[in-house]
């Protein structure tokens, strides 16, 4: 799509579409950006849709995963339909759509809305006919997170009635490898569990429609998947019976403006409980790295987990662009050090390094599965190195290194309107920008000259009410 000389709004306020917004100035240096369309959000350049009625625009580019359809149904009452235009992030590229194209998706999706009748039938069904309700589910979109598949974990070793519902082919393969009961998400069986579920259980929030249809005497149960550095918008489409999170001080200044829900607990999360226990059972090995897990037992290790960036892969697809490190020097420290250096990333990220990790061509450094799950290697990680990643609240509770690699801090704290937490003070290790600066402090980290031990032990009674691996066992605890 050309937009080049066009007049556009983008909605909503959010700080993904701030990137979208950066974005679009790189590639269409003579686009005119109006401003931002945003129904609860004020501000110099944010307008709400039912006051740009008389002003002369071409597009509203929408951008919004989770909310399209709504956005999409208020906006098309007041402004021609030719006029909104869909945006979709796909493998970190834009994708446009116009009206006709947003017509014909929603004509192929047609089979969702006879599941959704399925549903509300099933749902019928047990409530007419007081059915007993005793299962516990797993709602899992997308992948299954390290929250939902800790709990999980722990259902089915207390013996409780549970199943998993994802659409991830790939763990559900893995799951049905071990006889553990599993469903895919998009299957009407999925629907009828989701109809006899006693409680239903997530730690995202990319499938709220179906939580809509669900019977009042069913219970939701919002886990998350981290305590939120950057800026979240609120979740408007659901109201959760629960939601859980990892202090009193979480919860009161940052995720009750995000998940709305009628009773809150401080439980901690589930899948710190791998940091914490003594040994990994089977169970607790599912979607690891095998060989990544067993270099961090045996050796030195530092993993680095940066966080992804919308908008620097979609304009560039260049790995150069990505992450600033030379591999080849930083190998060669790795190994002069004797360490190995396990690299996590997103896997839109990872699609760019796929060469160098299929040629093994260092020594020293490996690149994680994207799809596994790292916190079990976690624990034995000597150095975490991140930059605005949750990952580093959680690494608190084993009071080893963190360094922060933030190299684009000044534009990504732009980007992101500035974070939840003062960035400075709940951040505690040494923030750099350069690799020569970053081997500077992993060679010290390593000779434990660490200056932020006591640092990490206040920001970690701040963040987390409970520093053991009994997480799961207390939000059972709730649930009964």
């Not at 003579?30 to 849709?49: H, L, M, R």
């Not at 060989?291 to 960036?309: D, F, G, L, Q, S």
């Not at 690299?343 to 490996?366: G, R, T, W």
């Not at 006591?454 to 409970?466: A, H, M, N, Q, W």
Request: proline share 3%; with cysteine; glycine share 2%.
């Amino acid at each position: 799509m050309n937009l080049s000389h066009k007049k556009i709004f983008i909605a909503p306020h959010t700080p993904r579409t701030t990137m979208f917004k950066n974005d679009l100035l790189k590639n269409y240096p003579d686009i005119d950006i109006i401003g931002f369309i945003d129904k609860s959000k004020n501000g110099n350049d944010i307008f709400k849709v039912d006051t740009i009625k008389s002003l002369e625009f071409d597009y509203i580019l929408i951008l919004s995963q989770n909310h399209f359809n709504s956005i999409y149904q208020d906006y098309s009452k007041i402004i021609r339909k030719t006029k909104l235009i869909k945006v979709l992030l796909k493998n970190d590229i834009y994708f446009f759509q116009n009206s006709r194209q947003i017509w014909l998706e929603k004509f192929k999706n047609t089979p969702n809305f006879f599941k959704e009748i399925f549903l509300k039938f099933f749902v019928y069904l047990f409530d007419t006919f007081s059915i007993p309700r005793t299962k516990i589910l797993f709602l899992s979109k997308s992948f299954i997170g390290t929250n939902n598949k800790m709990l999980y974990v722990t259902s089915l070793e207390k013996g409780l009635n549970c199943i998993m519902l994802s659409d991830n082919n790939i763990q559900l393969k893995e799951l049905n490898s071990h006889n553990i009961p599993c469903i895919n998400f998009n299957s009407l069986r999925a629907y009828y569990h989701l109809a006899s579920a006693k409680i239903v259980i997530q730690d995202q929030g990319n499938s709220n429609s179906l939580l809509k249809f669900l019977s009042p005497n069913q219970k939701t149960l919002q886990l998350w998947h981290g305590v939120p550095l950057k800026r979240m918008n609120r979740l408007t489409d659901v109201t959760y019976d629960y939601f859980t999170s990892t202090s009193k001080y979480v919860n009161e200044t940052s995720l009750n403006t995000v998940i709305p829900s009628k009773q809150q607990f401080e439980t901690g999360y589930p899948r710190n409980d791998l940091l914490l226990k003594k040994n990994h059972t089977q169970l607790d090995l599912l979607f690891y790295d095998k060989e990544c897990y067993e270099i961090a037992k045996e050796n030195k290790t530092i993993v680095y987990m940066p966080t992804h960036r919308e908008s620097a892969s979609s304009v560039n697809n260049k790995s150069n662009d990505l992450i600033p490190l030379d591999f080849a020097k930083l190998n060669q420290k790795m190994t002069m050090l004797n360490t190995y250096f396990i690299i996590k990333l997103h896997p839109f990220v990872m699609q760019f390094y796929e060469d160098i990790k299929n040629s093994k061509a260092y020594s020293n450094i490996f690149f994680h599965s994207i799809q596994g799950d790292i916190y079990p290697l976690l624990k034995y990680t000597d150095i975490l190195i991140t930059d605005y990643s949750s990952v580093y609240f959680d690494f608190l509770l084993l009071n080893k290194p963190i360094i922060f690699f933030n190299y684009d801090y000044e534009e990504y704290s732009s980007n992101m309107n500035g974070f939840v937490y003062d960035y400075k003070k709940n951040a505690p290790g040494m923030k750099v920008k350069t690799q020569a600066l970053l081997e500077n402090e992993i060679e010290k980290s390593l000779a434990d000259k660490d200056a932020f031990k006591k640092d990490r032990k206040e920001i970690l009674s701040k963040f987390f009410t409970y520093h053991d691996e009994f997480s799961s066992h207390r939000v059972l605890k709730v649930l009964q």
